[in-house]
């Protein structure tokens, strides 16, 4: 098994068809069909359920999928990890929101002040993933996540608690009551991982938006284009107050908040890496 092959199942995994994920790949497709045979043989499975018209995952491609995925991460990382351009490595995972609205002055001063280490920061990466997988497996260094739940392995340490409003690019004066997020007005995203639950509890079972999307500066941009309103972090909405392209809107219930935590092994808490990263972060 190596990593060429790696490449052609997850390419056909997503594609659904040889011929385009040759193309894709920029290979003929007799070389990506070898490919794949060689890694059933090496699994003992076959991966795909293939005809004239159709291909799709077996059973067994569909458990094998999210491992090719952390062997194909784990091998390029291992290819910055052993670079001889670049005295150290810093590799970091977290919401994209928190890295634009937050950090990213500081990863640019950081690239400034230390150019002897090589930085690579993940973002659109499924949050759950970030800290079950990525961390544990070694493969980032250090973890942004929002409310993290404990674990053994793993230290938290907290960057900043953040406050949710409720925004729209014209003022209001009435006070929004859980009735309205029923309106086709409402423009719905998730922030954090205890939100969910809150506004469940808030809008009740059953629940539909009218409009969602889970990017943060897609929701941005909806707000400051006058489509209806919505939640954002004070941090992202600030700036927009200040200016007055955007305007908090008063609320009939209590609003939530959500922290920030700097993730990272228990048993790396020392390495230099990790040191790095919370150096970066402004934690040491």
Excluded at 129 to 140: A, P, S, T
Excluded at 193 to 207: D, K, Q, R
Excluded at 208 to 231: C, K, N, R, Y
Aim: charged content about 20%; aromatic content about 10%.
């Amino acid at each position: 098994m190596d990593s060429s092959q790696l490449e052609a199942f997850i390419a056909i995994a997503q594609i659904l068809n040889f011929t385009k994920a040759a193309e894709h790949l920029h290979i003929s497709q007799s070389a990506i069909t070898a490919r794949i045979k060689a890694l059933e043989a090496a699994v003992g499975k076959e991966l795909f359920q293939r005809d004239n018209r159709n291909v799709s995952l077996t059973r067994a491609g569909i458990a094998f999928y999210p491992y090719a995925e952390r062997m194909l991460r784990l091998f390029e990382e291992s290819k910055l990890t052993l670079s001889d351009s670049f005295e150290q490595s810093l590799v970091l995972s977290g919401p994209g929101s928190v890295w634009h609205y937050w950090y990213l002055p500081r990863i640019l001063a950081f690239r400034r002040d230390n150019p002897q280490v090589a930085v690579k920061f993940l973002s659109n990466i499924d949050p759950g993933y970030m800290i079950r997988d990525l961390l544990l497996d070694g493969m980032v260094h250090l973890s942004i996540k929002f409310d993290p739940p404990e674990h053994p392995k793993v230290i938290r340490q907290l960057l900043f608690e953040d406050e949710i409003l409720l925004v729209s690019r014209q003022p209001r004066a009435r006070k929004v009551e859980k009735e309205d997020f029923r309106s086709a007005d409402y423009c719905h995203n998730v922030w954090g991982s205890s939100f969910p639950e809150w506004f469940a509890e808030l809008v009740g079972p059953g629940y539909v938006p009218a409009l969602e999307t889970d990017h943060s500066t897609i929701m941005l941009t909806i707000l400051l284009q006058g489509e209806g309103f919505g939640f954002l972090p004070r941090s992202i909405a600030q700036p927009h107050l200040d200016s007055h392209s955007l305007f908090e809107l008063p609320c009939a219930f209590d609003m939530p908040s959500i922290r920030a935590y700097a993730t990272y092994l228990t048993d790396q808490q020392h390495q230099g890496s990790v040191q790095l990263g919370l150096k970066l972060l402004g934690l040491s």
